[in-house]
């Protein structure tokens, strides 16, 4: 313990409660939408009612001429945009429609823009378009388009990865499946819907906008406008959700900023749910192939992974699913292979533990299905091919207690008592009752971020770093790693975050941005109590005079030489002697490359779950999930149970709740609003345990963390899936899990 | 056309001069009156983010057309506490963590005030479950929002009157 104490600090560790709590329940947050400045417009889009062909024709004067209405942007007159909307001016970056042309690629595509001088009229202007179209056949499901090779996924994964030799694990197989998964295309509706306020005065622009990644979106901003990023300046203090769609600028959001420049006058844009549904992102369907073999000791010979998935016609990101059975279990073989399908739809994005959540979805269940054929219990089978080292690699884990995730959680959960045999548990109120588990698995990539601190005389302080809240808690667990690193209370320090006028805050994305922009904060603190250190040991009448080579450490404003209590100097003391009414220092982290080739860094879990269904109905229940997760270091315990728990909800929703269903014929979503397409509400959560395993771990960056956000999906949907079997001994492979499934089966 | 309505909203008398029939207590709210504390989610009653009290009962803002609210009691997420001291609801959301990004909050937190008014779901977490289902979550804080609506629920039952907070 004394070490992690001197690594971490006292703040951390804490289950503070919110520091933006009285501002979100008060309503004093302001969201994007919620600013209004002077002489604002409204913008209100038209969104393309079929998925594929060309606008012929829009009723443009009927909706100037509807009273309030000031502009009507068409591609006929749409103002010049400076940047190339396919370029790729950062890492990320997708091709963004922005009307340049009359061509429809999607349902949802914005195909005109309305400003009006209110919202009401912006949005009767809009319907006044009544467009006109020439329509195509769409291609809206996986057969409808040839499949193509993928040689990257999107974003660096990988496309295709062989360790050892698949075909001699299939043949050395004692026991094998083949299984087909099939997973939807989900949308994150974050309950805040992308929204826009842009002000431009000359060349200068700012911009009211929820963003996961304030820097990368200036810079593509910038870009596209032809302006300076330092010349834009994005407030984005809280997010009412992202899930990884509100990290690359979109092009409704870009269209409303266009409209500002040309009406010379603020503009707001908030999508409406429906618009949520095609242009800003998604997660593209899948069909996964599981061939897995195992030996007669139950030991895995082959893990033969193969996903076909969809993506746009104009641009490629894809769920990299077969990339989940690469780095968990310990196989001779492992191949992991991806194809794409080109439909007519928006382009998919990131979203939520994107390629993990189906990827694991399927392979829970093959594990699943393998362990069954071979009459071994699901978590023994899992035992059996524990990876002691990175499959394929043999890279060490920088850390990995699953071991004790798989302990803990059954322990919890009562698993021993399990039957092996599916169909044979009751409730009391007559209800199939099963049970079923799944690993959980997420990788922890860092991000690049920098970081201020500032140290006044009153020993209070300030750090700041374009960071962002998206839910999370980083205006909470930020402030806690960064009163650490600055050795001060929690209550001296001053976060500011969330405005890219302030050092790069990285990207919010990834279960990184604690650590990134934690581990920027803590070095920038860090820099402030080396400068202290220095001018202390310099001081004749500090008590650290002279100590100049000792190991200093600070806490609770205090300096102090490691180890002996005794002998220290307050940071007001060190600042008034040296004559300085503040002190700045300065931060980064990053990944050094050395770290990620010699360690495989994961966070790790083993989540259970508990199914009630109805026999005669088929109505399935989830009534007891327990979850233990192994993420490193766990900066407060409160926030990170939330984190946990709204990831296993999301992985509830997948394997129970949410697609998105297109009509074949026009190709638009037919459920896309809140009422149809389904995400858990309260009633649907019920039992819910997080168990957080401590891991103390050294190599996967300086504060220790692995990161919360995404992995709680993982696993969450294979338990679910394999409990429904277990309560009915029906195996259905197609998410959501429905009770028309259970019933077809009969 | 133009006409007028008069409203008590958080408890003050307001005299609302409107020139258009189809706006909406939210839209009124958020886009006129400067009172962007209540949330838009969907615009068509499927979410709970718009939840405010009209007359003491919990409703969809969104839905309700402000020409119709001639002579009603409005209260919204900024007329809950009383100058630096939170509602019960308001502090227990903090306390248990029923919150996450906060967008979905005051939706919440009005439909828990309203649930608790109506006295249907006491402190039984089942009931509560159902009763706060119309307002959804997509950051999934379910749990701790239970918790918190049976922290305030206990609290104000002990204490009616609200002179807790
Ligand atoms: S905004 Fe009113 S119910 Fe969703
Ligand atoms: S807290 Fe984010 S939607 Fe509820």
Redesign the pocket.
């Known amino acids: 313990m004394p070490d992690t104490l001197t690594r971490f600090g006292s703040n951390s560790g804490q289950p503070t409660t919110r520091r933006d709590g009285i501002a979100k329940v008060t309503g004093q947050a302001t969201f994007a939408a919620d600013n209004h400045p002077e002489g604002m417009l409204h913008a209100v889009y038209v969104p393309a009612g079929i998925a594929r062909g060309r606008v012929a024709h829009l009723e443009v004067e009927a909706a100037r001429a509807h009273p309030g209405v000031t502009h009507v942007i068409t591609p006929g007159n749409r103002p010049d945009l400076p940047g190339d909307p396919d370029a790729k001016p950062t890492r990320f970056s997708f091709r963004i429609e922005v009307l340049q042309d009359d061509t429809v690629r999607y349902a949802g595509q914005p195909i005109a823009l309305v400003l009006a001088e209110t919202l009401e009229a912006a949005t009767e202007g809009a319907r006044l378009l009544a467009p006109r179209y020439e329509a195509e056949p769409p291609r809206t499901g996986l057969d409808d388009n040839a499949p193509f090779a993928v040689e990257e996924p999107g974003f660096g994964a990988p496309g295709d990865t062989v360790h050892g030799d698949p075909e001699a694990g299939h043949a050395a197989a004692a026991t094998s499946i083949d299984a087909t998964y099939d997973t939807p295309p989900q949308y994150h509706n974050?309950?805040e819907s992308h929204a826009v306020v842009a002000q431009w005065d000359g060349d200068r622009l700012t911009l009211d906008t929820p963003s996961q990644a304030l820097a990368m979106s200036c810079a593509a901003y910038a870009h596209l406008f032809g302006i300076e990023a330092a010349d834009i300046t994005l407030r984005s203090p809280y997010l009412?959700?992202g899930f990884g769609s509100k990290a690359i600028p979109n092009g409704p959001m870009v269209l409303a900023i266009l409209a500002a420049r040309e009406a010379g006058r603020p503009v707001k844009l908030s999508l409406t749910r429906r618009q949520m549904f095609g242009p800003v992102g998604h997660r593209g369907a899948t069909r996964q192939r599981l061939r897995l073999g195992c030996d007669a000791d139950g030991r895995l010979t082959v893990i033969d992974h193969e996903t076909l998935a969809a993506t746009s016609t104009f641009e490629t990101f894809l769920e990299s699913a077969s990339n989940a059975s690469q780095g968990l279990y310990a196989s001779s073989a492992i191949r992991s292979a991806h194809q794409g399908v080109r439909l007519d739809v928006g382009t998919p994005g990131p979203m939520r533990a994107p390629g993990e959540a189906s990827g694991s979805a399927a392979l829970e269940c093959a594990m699943d299905e393998l362990a069954q054929a071979a009459g071994i219990d699901p978590l023994e089978f899992r035992l059996r091919n524990y990876a002691e080292t990175e499959p394929g690699t043999g890279k060490p884990y920088s850390s990995k207690a699953l071991r004790e995730c798989y302990a803990r959680g059954a322990e919890a959960f009562g698993w021993a008592d399990r039957p092996a045999r599916p169909g044979t548990m009751r409730s009391t109120d007559g209800k199939l009752v099963g049970w079923g588990m799944g690993t959980a698995f997420f990788p922890s990539p860092m991000f690049a971020a920098e970081a201020r601190a500032t140290l006044r005389a009153d020993g209070s302080a300030t750090l700041e770093t374009g960071g962002a809240d998206m839910?999370q808690g980083a205006w909470t667990a930020l402030a806690q790693i960064a009163a650490d690193g600055i050795g001060l209370p929690l209550d001296r320090v001053e976060l500011r975050s969330g405005l890219s006028t302030l050092p790069d805050g990285g990207v919010a994305g990834g279960s990184g941005h604690t650590a990134t922009a934690g581990g920027a904060l803590h070095s920038a603190g860090g820099d402030v109590v080396r400068q202290l250190s220095e001018l202390a040991s310099g001081q004749p009448d500090s008590p650290l005079f002279g100590a100049g080579n000792a190991t200093f450490e600070a806490r609770g404003g205090r300096l102090q030489i490691a180890g002996d209590d005794g002998r220290g100097d307050a940071f007001a003391d060190i600042l008034a002697r040296a004559g300085l009414s503040e002190l700045t220092g300065s931060g980064s982290a990053s990944r050094p490359d050395a770290d990620s080739r010699d360690y495989a860094m994961n966070s790790h879990g083993a989540v259970f779950a508990e199914v009630a269904v109805d026999p005669d109905l088929g109505q399935i229940r989830v009534r007891r999930l327990v979850g233990a997760f192994a993420a490193g270091r766990i900066v407060n315990p409160r926030l990170a149970e939330s984190q946990l728990m709204g990831g296993m909800i999301w992985g509830l929703s997948f394997a129970l709740h949410e697609a998105a269903v297109h009509d074949p014929r026009s190709g638009r979503i037919l459920n896309a609003d809140l009422a149809e397409y389904r995400v858990p509400v309260n009633a649907d959560v019920q039992g819910l345990e997080v168990i957080t395993v401590e891991e103390d771990d050294p190599h996967v960056n300086a504060l220790g963390i692995k990161g919360v956000g995404e992995i709680g999906i993982t696993g969450t949907v294979g338990a679910i899936a394999n409990a429904v079997w277990h309560a009915t001994g029906t195996r259905v492979r197609r998410f959501p899990i429905g009770l028309a499934d259970l019933l077809a089966a009969e | 056309m133009s006409f007028q309505i008069t409203l008590t909203l958080n408890g003050t008398a307001r005299e609302i001069a409107l020139d258009d029939t189809r706006v909406t207590l939210l839209d009124l709210l958020r886009e006129r009156l400067e009172m962007p504390g209540t949330k838009k989610g969907c615009d068509r009653g499927q979410c709970g983010a718009c939840t405010v009290l009209v007359d003491g009962r919990r409703i969809n803002s969104c839905l309700t057309l402000a020409a119709t609210l001639d002579g009603a009691e409005v209260t919204t997420i900024e007329g809950l506490a009383r100058g630096d001291a939170l509602h019960p609801v308001q502090q227990a959301f903090i306390d248990n963590d029923g919150?996450?990004?906060?967008?979905?909050?005051p939706g919440?937190i009005m439909s828990a005030v309203g649930l608790i008014a109506e006295g249907t779901a006491g402190d039984d977490p089942e009931r509560i479950r159902e009763g706060m289902s119309g307002n959804?979550?997509?950051?999934?804080?379910y749990h701790g929002i239970t918790l918190a609506v049976r922290q305030a629920a206990r609290q104000m039952d002990n204490d009616p009157k609200g002179d807790a907070a």
């Open positions: 974050a309950m009412g959700g839910g | 919150l996450q990004c906060g967008y979905c909050t919440q959804i979550c997509r950051c999934a804080a």
